[in-house]
Structure formats: structure tokens, C-alpha cells
């Protein structure tokens, strides 16, 4: 077993290591979300806008409405006048005007011209015919330019803030107006966003350079969107959360790093921790009775391996057993039982000649002849019956069949029963087994459960129990837990074994004899440690 240092490091070299893995994840998995976020807020963004420049579009529609037709009469004092109104309520035009076949007459602002003004060169003209005179110098304010729209001979200067009221920060887009037949743009409002317009609008969602872009187009009106946000801007903006993700999961990731480095030490530091137990002999053995059914008297037990690791911690017998089968130590394992059992109990099956030990037995250990040998000599020591002596074989067990085959005829023929444990959960057919000399099933504890329920499978047990008596096959049916259960098997009328809580749980050597004793009178329990020691050291 690596020490104790040597067992902290590398747990604490684990945990680091999930720590940094789960902190990259956490910031991936953050970077993720909020760009996904991002996405989501610039999408409904771009469509926020979309409404609001299609309100504006309704609301320029109504001041060219104003004027076609004018009540008024063509420039006159009162329909500057209704100009200057109009101008003046309005939050998105800062100038209207008039004019008349590429002419500019009159504005709210400028009055009427003495002379006409010809208008600036057209930038574009919309599906509906607006004619668009974009970054052109404006007539009332010289300096400055602005977008002029154009059409039914009225003119309007759009405010550049008209839609300052709709900023988000680090967020930038840009209104244009586009002609979807002949495919011509102009910037209408916002940031000049340098980007291949056509494109950008064509993709609807795109990542390029470092920016996100989302663009949306009105079903209404000539007019679209497009917002852009950096991705380094909105991790920047977002790092507190990013260190959060970071943080919850570098913790998840040293959890789990810690976790597994226990999980993997104490399964390197189990196997080791039993192998020396087995090599110490530290390992216990407790017997389960098996009773004669109807009359319950004891037939016999089964040897069960307990062991507890240095810890003190009580190992289930379904991890060790199968961990001896995976290191290759179920060899010393099963040698392991047939000596402690023999020593403990071979004098209780001297005196009871009827009574049979059952040992557990893995399918590997019939490969070679240790099994034979130790058997051979530790029954001729103890001075019983070979026939006293049940080799349990799982029906799970996965071996050669030939083998299998011969190892159990040999020992059928040098006396020994076999039995065929856990029945019901391989594949094995009941004739088979009575082919290869098999002299009893255990009936595995799923199918005793089933006694009175109306589980499908319940009919199995009355079936396997009919074509075993046909079949001359012995029959022990474990995991008898309750009395209901141990009734119905004696009222099928069958003679057969059974094994359960219902009887008795496993008990030591010593208390054993005692067992028996409830059972049939037999030996003297105080006897049972004399004896046992005995036979030890012999
Ligand atoms: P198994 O050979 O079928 O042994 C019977 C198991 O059922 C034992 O569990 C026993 O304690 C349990 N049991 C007995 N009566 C009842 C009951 O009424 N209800 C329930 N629910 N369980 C009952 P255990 O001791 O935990 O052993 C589990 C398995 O481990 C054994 O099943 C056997 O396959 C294996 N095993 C135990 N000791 C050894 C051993 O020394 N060598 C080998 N190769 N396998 C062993
Ligand atoms: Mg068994
Ligand atoms: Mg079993």
C-alpha cells in the first residue's frame, strides 16, 4: 500500500489537477454563455430598433400626407408656416421643405427662396420612390450635413440622433434604407459600421473579426439593421462573472479530482490490503445454516468469507470476491476457505455424518489440480466424508465448458457433491446440469422474493422446482427471508432445502453447534472452541 505521504500527494495532485480542468471549463463554459447572451440581446435588439424606425417611417408618411394635397397654397406664408409646425413637434426631422422637379422653393427654416435651389446629387431612390440624398451640406445650417428624403415634393432632413434615445452601451448599429429590386444602400442613422453591408445583411447572424453582427430588415418599409458588439468588449465587461464560472468550477473540478483519487487509491489500496489478508489469514468465516424442508431440521452450512479492511471497514463479499477474481487471487481465496472451514468445523461434521459444509468456489479453480490436493488433504485430515463437502459453483461463471466438465465428473467420482449456485440468473438448462453429474441447484433469491407477489416471473419457481424433481435434482432455495415465503415452499410438498434469514443469519464456528443444537440436539456448543483449536493444531 503506497504510504500515507505518498497516498496525500497524489490525491492532492489530482485535486489540482481537476481544479485547473474544471476552471478551464468553467471559463469555456462562461465565454459560452455570455457570448450567448450577447447574441440573444443583439438579435432582439436589432428587432427593438426595427419597430421604432417603422414608426418613424409612419410618422414621415403623415407629413407628406400633410401636404399632398397642401391646403395651403404652394409656399405660401401659411404653408411655411404649417411647416414650421410640423418641424417643430417632431422629434426625428429637422427640416421641412418643398419642392418641385429637382427644386428646392421653401423650408420651415429658410422661408422661400428667390431663387430655387436645385437639390444635392441623388444617392438612391426606394422601392416606394423616396429619393435619398445621403451626407449632403444642408441649405439652412451650411456646416453640417445630413440624410434628405425626398418625395410627393416634399422634402425632410432626418435628426442624426433620431435614434440616440435607443443607445446601449458597448452596442453599436446602424440604420439603412435598401432597395431590394435594384439592391442599392444608404446609411440612414447611427454608427458608420465598416462592414461589407450586403453580406452582413445576407447572413442575419454572423461572427466576424472579433464582432458579432445581427441584422434585421422591416417587412414594412425599405429599412434595416444591423447591430454589432465586440466579443472582447463583452468578456472584458464581464469578467467578475467570468472569475465566478472560473471559480465554481475549479471547486466542481477539485471535488471531483479529490473524489476519484480516493476511489482509485482505496481500490489500489483495497486489493493490496487483501491480498495481505489473505497472505496473514486475517480473513473471518461465518455460517449460513441450510435446513432440511418440511421438518427444518439443520442439513448443513455454507461457509461465508467477512472481511474488514485495515480501516476496520466492513468490505461486502460482492467487491472482494470479485476483486480476487480480477487480480487472479480467487485461487488463494478459495484455498483460504477449505482449510479455515475444515479447521473450524470439520469435528461438528465428524460427529454429524448427515451434515454437508458448503464452500463457495470459482470456476477458475477447477482449471488446475490445487483444488484436487487440497481437498484430498484437508478432508483426509479432518477425518469426514468427502460427500460432507459441497462445492458451490455460480452459474455465472464464465470458464471453459470442457473443463468445467471433467472438474466436476472427478470430483462427482471422488465423492464430492456439487452444487449450482445463484440458479436462475446464467444460461445454463436444468438437463444439462444433470448431464455434468450436478447433484443440487441453489434457487437464487430473485425468484424466492417473487412467493406471493404477482411479479411475471413468479410461475418460474414452481417450474424449476417440478423439473428438478423429475430430474432427480436436489433443490436448496436461498433467501428464505419470511415465514409466508418458508410455507409455501413446504406446502408444495417437495422435499427440499432452504436457506434465509428466515432461519438464521451467518453466525461464527462457535456458535454453530449451538444452532444445531435449537435444531436436533447435537454437541455441546461450549465444546466448539476446544475442538476447533484442536484441529488447528494439528
Ligand atoms: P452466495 O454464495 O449466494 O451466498 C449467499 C448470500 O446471500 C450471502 O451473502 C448471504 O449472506 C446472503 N443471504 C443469505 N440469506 C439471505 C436472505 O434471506 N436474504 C438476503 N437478502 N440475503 C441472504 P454474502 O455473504 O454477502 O455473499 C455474497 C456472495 O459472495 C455469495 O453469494 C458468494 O457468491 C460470494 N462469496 C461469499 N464468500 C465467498 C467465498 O469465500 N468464496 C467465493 N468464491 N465467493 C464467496
Ligand atoms: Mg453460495
Ligand atoms: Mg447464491
Same mark, same amino acid.
Request: proline content about 4%; charged content about 20%; overall charge neutral.
Given at each position: ?37 450577447? &447574441? ?21 408618411? &403623415? ?16 404653408? %411655411? ?16 421643405? +418643398? ?37 449632403? +451640406? ?22 442624426? &440622433?433620431?435614434?440616440?434615445?435607443? &443607445? ?65 468588449? %463583452? ?26 483519487? !480516493?476511489?482509485?487509491?482505496?481500490? %489500489? ?19 449460513? =445454516? ?22 476496520? @471497514? ?44 458448503? %464452500? @463457495? ?100 419457481? =414452481? ?21 409466508? !415465503? ?12 432452504? !436457506? ?17 443444537? !435449537? ?20
Amino acid at each position: 500500500m503506497p504510504s500515507l505521504r505518498h497516498r496525500r500527494l497524489s490525491i492532492a495532485m489530482l485535486a489540482l489537477f481537476g481544479a485547473l480542468a474544471g476552471a478551464a471549463s468553467g471559463y469555456w463554459l462562461g465565454h459560452v454563455t455570455l457570448l450567448r447572451t450577447a &447574441n440573444a440581446g443583439l438579435s432582439s435588439y436589432a428587432s427593438d430598433l426595427i419597430g421604432h424606425s417603422d414608426e418613424y417611417a409612419v410618422e414621415l408618411g &403623415n407629413i407628406r400626407k400633410a401636404f399632398n394635397p397642401s391646403p395651403y397654397p404652394f409656399c405660401s406664408r401659411q404653408e %411655411i408656416t404649417l411647416m414650421q409646425t410640423l418641424t417643430f413637434r417632431s422629434l426625428q426631422v429637422k427640416e421641412i421643405g +418643398r419642392t418641385h422637379e429637382g427644386k428646392f422653393y421653401c423650408s420651415a427654416f429658410v422661408g422661400r427662396l428667390d431663387v430655387p435651389k436645385p437639390l444635392p446629387p441623388l444617392t438612391m431612390t426606394t422601392t416606394g420612390g423616396t429619393h435619398v440624398y445621403s451626407d449632403s +451640406r444642408l441649405t439652412f445650417a451650411p456646416t453640417a450635413t445630413g440624410t434628405i428624403l425626398e418625395g410627393g415634393d416634399v422634402d425632410v432632413v432626418l435628426s442624426p &440622433n433620431a435614434f440616440d434615445h435607443w &443607445n446601449r452601451p458597448h452596442v453599436r448599429y446602424m440604420v439603412v434604407v435598401v432597395n431590394g429590386k435594384t439592391g442599392q444602400m444608404a446609411y440612414l442613422a447611427g454608427s458608420r459600421l465598416d462592414v461589407d453591408l450586403p453580406w452582413i445583411l445576407a447572413q442575419k447572424e454572423t461572427r466576424k473579426g472579433g464582432d458579432l453582427y445581427r441584422s434585421r430588415c422591416s417587412s414594412r418599409y425599405d429599412v434595416c439593421i444591423v447591430t454589432e458588439e465586440s466579443a472582447s468588449e %463583452i468578456l472584458q465587461g464581464n469578467r467578475a462573472l467570468l472569475l465566478e464560472y472560473c471559480g465554481m468550477g475549479g471547486a466542481a473540478g477539485f471535488g471531483l479530482g479529490l473524489a476519484l483519487g !480516493q476511489f482509485y487509491l482505496r481500490r %489500489i489500496g483495497l486489493a493490496q490490503q487483501f491480498r495481505r489478508a489473505l497472505r496473514r489469514g486475517t480473513l473471518e468465516l461465518v455460517y449460513q =445454516p441450510i435446513l432440511e424442508l418440511p421438518s427444518r431440521a439443520c442439513a448443513g452450512a455454507e461457509a461465508l468469507t467477512r472481511w474488514s479492511d485495515e480501516e476496520g @471497514n466492513a468490505i461486502s463479499p460482492e467487491i472482494f470476491v470479485r476483486m480476487a477474481e480480477d487480480r487472479g487471487l480467487i485461487g488463494q481465496l478459495t484455498s483460504f476457505v477449505v482449510q479455515r472451514s475444515i479447521e473450524e468445523v470439520g469435528w461438528i461434521l465428524r460427529k454429524n455424518p448427515e451434515l454437508t459444509l458448503s %464452500i @463457495n468456489i470459482a470456476a477458475s479453480d477447477l482449471e488446475g489440480e490445487a483444488l484436487f490436493a487440497l481437498l484430498d488433504r484437508y478432508v483426509r485430515k479432518a477425518g469426514i466424508r468427502p460427500r460432507q463437502i459441497a462445492l458451490e459453483l455460480t452459474e455465472r461463471s464464465t470458464a471453459d465448458l470442457d473443463v468445467v466438465r471433467r472438474a466436476v465428473l472427478r470430483l462427482h467420482h471422488e465423492g464430492y457433491q456439487i452444487h449450482i449456485d445463484d440458479f436462475g440468473t446464467g444460461f445454463s438448462s436444468l438437463a444439462y446440469l444433470h448431464e455434468l453429474a450436478v447433484d443440487a441447484i441453489k434457487v437464487d433469491r430473485t425468484f424466492t422474493r417473487t412467493i406471493g407477489t404477482d411479479a411475471v416471473t413468479a410461475s418460474i419457481l =414452481p417450474q424449476i422446482l417440478s423439473l428438478a424433481e423429475s430430474l432427480q435434482l436436489e433443490v436448496i432455495v436461498e433467501g428464505v427471508e419470511t415465514e409466508a !415465503q418458508a410455507e409455501y415452499l413446504i406446502a408444495t410438498g417437495k422435499r427440499m432445502q432452504a !436457506q434465509g434469514w428466515c432461519f438464521g443469519k451467518p453466525v461464527t464456528a462457535s456458535q454453530l453447534p449451538k444452532y444445531q443444537e !435449537q435444531r436436533r440436539g447435537s454437541p455441546d456448543a461450549s465444546h466448539a472452541n476446544d475442538e476447533v483449536a484442536a484441529s488447528r493444531s494439528e
